[in-house]
Nanobody
Framework: QVQLVESGGGLVQAGGSLRLSCAASGTFFSIYAMGWYRQAPGKQRELVADITSGDRTNYADSVKGRFAISRDSAKNTVYLQMNNLKPEDTAAYYC?????????????WGKGTLVTVSS
């Protein structure tokens, strides 16, 4: 089984910063992609950013220039540095990884960490 442990959420004022971390553990051959999604109350879950094993990154337009995703492959950990936070960034943030074995991959989700940005 694969476990994801997220940390770093909290309450911050608009314009502030937070850093989210997600550490993966368990039995898998490798991790292809790691990413962060978020879900605000009453809205669908959306991609915030993801990063592949080749360090190719992808960001939602709403966070480009403010958020930065990175990974430490040796630690199976992905980070999301969030700067210049806005009230509309308030949401539960979920980590997702694609763990792979020869011939197939499986997506795993974390339980989420809450980010609240006050105006």
């Amino acid at each position: 089984q694969v476990q994801l442990v997220e940390s770093g959420g909290g309450l911050v004022q608009a314009g502030g910063s937070l850093r989210l971390s997600c550490a993966a553990s368990g039995t898998f051959f490798s991790i292809y992609a790691m990413g962060w999604y978020r879900q605000a109350p009453g809205k669908q879950r959306e991609l915030v950013a993801d990063i592949t094993s080749g360090d190719r990154t992808n960001y939602a337009d709403s966070v480009k220039g403010r958020f930065a995703i990175s990974r430490d492959s040796a630690k199976n950990t992905v980070y999301l540095q969030m700067n210049n936070l806005k009230p509309e960034d308030t949401a539960a943030y979920y980590c997702k990884i694609r763990a792979t074995w020869p011939g197939y991959g499986v997506d795993y989700w974390g339980k989420g960490t809450l980010v609240t940005v006050s105006s």
